[in-house]
Each structure stands twice: as structure tokens, then as C-alpha cells.
């Protein structure tokens, strides 16, 4: 799930019990995703370029965006609206280590 809010992105990952939540967004390459995504505050744009994907999220509206990385990297979230942070497209084991870190540290 993802979350748009002033000056920044939350993302939370349902499908991973007890997940901590992150302000990078970690992906599966070749791995298609379905993005659950909410305005908290004002209107945002889920913007990543090299996937030429962008999509409107307005307050009050949970807006689904289907998607699949097909390369690996480090790749930045813009906004039309404002800035935000980086997207991860990692093989799983980094997303497995953060999850294990962040589960320690609750």
C-alpha cells in the first residue's frame, strides 16, 4: 500500500505479516505488483519515469495501479506535486533483510 502525503511516500507491505512499513518502496523484478495507493492530505502524482508510469492520487480515493519492474536499480518517485523518495527494484534478499532489521527493531 502506498501512502502519499506532504513532502513524502509511505509504503506498507500487507502481504508481509507484522511488515514495518518503509519510505522506500521495494520490488520484485519481473514480479507484477498491484499498488493500493492513498492521497492522506493533498493531491499527489506517482511518478517513476524510467517506467513511464504516473498516476493521480486525490484525498479521500484509494486509486490501484498495476505494475512490473523488469530491471533492477535504484530508481527515484517524483511528484508533480512534490518531492519524494527512492523506488528499489532489488532481487528479494535486500527486501528480506530490511524486513528482518525493521522486525527487530519493534
Same mark, same amino acid.
Given at each position: ?5 506532504? #513532502?513524502? #511516500? ?10 514495518? %512499513?518503509?519510505?522506500? +518502496? ?8 498491484? +499498488? ?6 493533498? +493531491? ?11 498516476? !493521480?492520487?486525490?484525498? %479521500? ?11 533492477? %536499480? !535504484? ?8 518531492? %519524494?523518495?527512492? +523506488? ?19
Amino acid at each position: 500500500n502506498v501512502t502519499g502525503r506532504q #513532502w513524502s #511516500w509511505s509504503f506498507q507491505y500487507p502481504e508481509e505479516e507484522n511488515s514495518p %512499513g518503509s519510505d522506500v +518502496l521495494y520490488l520484485q523484478v519481473n514480479q507484477p505488483v498491484l +499498488l493500493e495507493m492513498e492521497a492522506e492530505d493533498v +493531491l499527489h502524482s506517482f511518478w517513476v519515469p524510467e517506467f513511464r508510469v504516473k498516476q !493521480d492520487l486525490v484525498p %479521500g480515493r484509494t486509486t490501484k495501479l498495476r505494475i512490473t519492474p523488469t530491471q533492477v %536499480g !535504484d530508481y527515484k518517485i517524483r511528484c508533480a506535486e512534490n518531492p %519524494g523518495p527512492k +523506488l528499489s527494484i532489488k532481487p528479494r534478499s535486500p527486501f528480506g533483510k530490511f524486513l528482518s532489521i525493521n522486525r527487530s527493531n519493534t
